[in-house]
């Protein structure tokens, strides 16, 4: 596959009321290690996580959002949420072809993303998975599969 049809992409990832600051510092160092352009907090802020052995949190852009429509007004120009979420009518993760630019949305562990989040996603892509996922794994494998040679959307 040519390298043409990845040319101007980037994505950010965060968590909207995130429940514990070490489910963050190991997303962080995830997004790091797997080319997340930033990262950021909805809700809930945890500063500094002992997990995040890599320090992430200084080597990329943190931004943090007191509330989801704050959020919203500042998605970056041309960039598509997606919004991570066990709900019906989401796409399959394993189908699901990433648009090129793009922010990446979890949700705690009990509550999932708010209405109004899922509302405004642009996408919505699930697991294939009984029981909810660990935050910080479920964004894990969210950028590693974005990371596999799957088509882009535009």
Known sequence: MSTDNFEHEFFGIGIQNGKTPENLGV??????????????????????????????????????????DAFYD??????MLVGVEMKEGAVDLETFEHPRRCVYLLGAEDH??????????????????????NVAVAGSIVMYDRNLSKPRLR
């Open 112 to 133: 999932g993303l708010s209405n109004k989040a899922c509302e405004k996603s642009h996408h919505l892509v699930r697991f294939k998975s009984v029981k909810s996922l």
């Open 74 to 79: 500042n998605l970056p120009k041309g960039a």
């Open 27 to 68: 997303l962080w160092r995830t997004a790091q290690n797997l080319g997340a352009s930033f990262i950021f907090t909805i809700g809930n802020r945890y500063a500094k996580q002992a997990s995040d052995t890599h320090h992430a949190v200084k080597a990329m852009p943190y931004f943090h959002y007191e509330t989801f």
